[in-house]
């Protein structure tokens, strides 16, 4: 099943050699620019009420924000404390974990190496794992290659299926590399690679982990190489200094946001969301990446997209894009059950917004947008919410029996919207510790999406944990039937049949 977990759920891509140029191909743009009809007083305005607002009403302990306007930087600035029990404001040089937002830095990092002959976007990740493999991995494995890793195509699950932490909790056991080479020895592909985009962190581990073993270096060393040398960044890195840790900020919960949490010890999950960074940092990098987009400078190690394309929405080395009326925008953001990011821009407007937070959660995509829209001309409305959303909250606080009602009473309405991956999600959420809740959710979603391959697969996964076999056989049957090319599920139940005959 592809897991593609929500905000809430989530925790939320290198040698030394010369490092590449990014020279331009003088090559003529075809961008139309665009003003915003705003002035820069006014946006600075607006955009400190909103965030005066939205810290008051959600108890946000700390946001520092950067916005790049017509090429310029037009604000940066913080807000809130670096703690709740001391007196230090946060500032432009706060530092935050930036979560998922590290994997447009993991995937310059890897053209960087593409650039140098090191690595080969084509081939097999056989070829730089061999040594390390079993015969079984290596033909369950062999079919990947680097660009499906960074494409997240590659087949691989969510996560990493050795968990070193539950969700909602930081994560303090360092993922070691016995631990990564363990779980690619025994892990399951989800989907044939190549054939389904399905998020992967585990997936930029592996690419992270790749690019250390080609450059014989550490991840940290290829951030500071290719990152944070390259483009002014020096407070950018996933090992802070003495007097770095005195510019982090204290990370707090999402659903309580009084409890402090802690920053997350990745080990070999940097490259998937382990860096260190602040505004003034990232304004350096959005202005060199944006120009990069203007400029059309291929090849060049910050253009992270032109390998991946669909009609409306694609996701490249790090890095996705999305087409509106009068533009295109390019971004990520990233969640770490506190710290949290969101980081876009457009070419054609020449404007950005980058927000770092210590406590996220929905409302921090909101604002980009809110931000961001104002930028680009665009009349904001506010969405549908997340029925997911709503009715995990109510689980979480009231208990299953009243979410349940609350869910059935007001999956119909107008002010909620529903989609078949965050209903999965919920019952992700549950799978643990109340199998019997998560397969009624798990149910929910077969009956709203009954054409989902995916929603039998997972309700399959429960009632296989819960022991409850033929109704496990039985859901996954039917995925394999909406999605012949379900191979998790045919592998499973080979596995049911072949150990009932031994």
Avoid at 120 to 146: H, W
Avoid at 356 to 365: F, M, N, R
Avoid at 389 to 403: A, D, L, M, P, S
Wanted: some cysteine.
């Amino acid at each position: 099943m592809n897991k593609i977990y929500l905000v809430f759920l989530v925790s939320y891509i290198l040698i030394g050699c010369k490092s590449y140029s990014g020279a331009k191909t003088n090559q003529s743009t075809q961008l139309k620019f665009q003003t915003s009809k705003y002035s820069d007083e006014e946006i600075i305005k607006w955009t400190n009420n909103q965030i005066d607002s939205i810290m008051s009403a959600d108890n946000i302990p700390a946001l520092s924000i950067g916005i790049i306007k017509d090429g310029k930087v037009i604000m940066h600035k913080g807000f809130g404390m670096h703690n709740r029990n001391n007196k230090i404001k946060a500032s432009t040089n706060s530092i935050y974990q930036i979560a998922s937002d590290t994997k447009k830095m993991t995937g310059i990092i890897a053209k960087n190496l593409v650039a140098e002959g090191e690595l080969n976007l084509d081939k097999s990740i056989i070829s730089y794992l061999g040594n390390s493999l079993n015969s079984k991995a290596k033909e369950r494995l062999q079919n990947i290659t680097l660009r499906q890793l960074l494409l997240h195509k590659s087949g691989l699950p969510y996560r990493e299926p050795t968990m070193h932490r539950k969700d909602g909790e930081p994560m303090l056991i360092p993922y070691t590399e016995k631990h990564l080479l363990n779980d690619l020895n025994k892990v399951e592909l989800k989907s044939e690679p190549g054939t389904t985009f399905g998020y992967s962190n585990f997936g930029y581990a592996i690419i992270g982990y790749i690019c250390e073993i080609v450059a014989k270096k550490r991840y940290s060393e290829l951030i500071e190489k290719y990152i944070s040398k390259a483009y002014q960044m020096p407070n950018t890195t996933t090992l802070l200094t003495d007097k770095q840790l005195q510019l982090l900020v204290t990370p707090y919960r999402k659903e309580n946001r009084n409890t402090e949490t802690k920053a997350f010890n990745m080990g070999k999950l940097k490259a998937a969301g382990g860096v260190y960074s602040n505004i003034q940092d990232l304004l350096n990098l959005m202005t060199h990446q944006m120009n990069a987009y203007i400029n059309n400078e291929t090849p060049n190690p910050l253009i992270l997209t032109e390998d991946a394309l669909t009609e409306e929405y694609f996701y490249g080395f790090g890095l996705a894009k999305r087409v509106f009326e009068t533009g295109t925008q390019y971004g990520h953001g990233g969640d770490l059950d506190g710290f949290a990011s969101d980081y876009v821009f457009s070419p054609e407007y020449k404007s950005g917004v980058i927000i770092l937070t210590s406590s996220g959660g929905k409302w921090v995509g909101e604002l980009e947008k809110k931000v961001f829209y104002k930028l680009t001309n665009r009349e904001y409305s506010a969405p549908k919410k997340s029925i997911a959303q709503e009715v995990y909250n109510i689980i979480t606080r009231k208990g299953f029996e009243e979410g349940q009602k609350w869910f059935k009473k007001h999956k119909n309405s107008d002010k909620y919207y529903i989609k078949e991956a965050e209903i999965n999600n919920v019952g992700y959420a549950l799978i643990e510790s109340k199998i019997n809740d998560a397969i009624e959710v798990f149910k929910w979603n077969t009956a709203l999406f009954p054409e989902s391959s995916n929603a039998y697969d997972s309700l399959g996964e429960a009632y296989l944990k819960n022991k409850n076999i033929e109704l496990a056989i039985k859901n996954y049957e039917i995925s394999i039937k909406l999605n012949p090319e379900n191979i998790n599920a045919k592998n499973i139940i080979k596995k049911i049949r072949t150990e009932r005959k031994n």
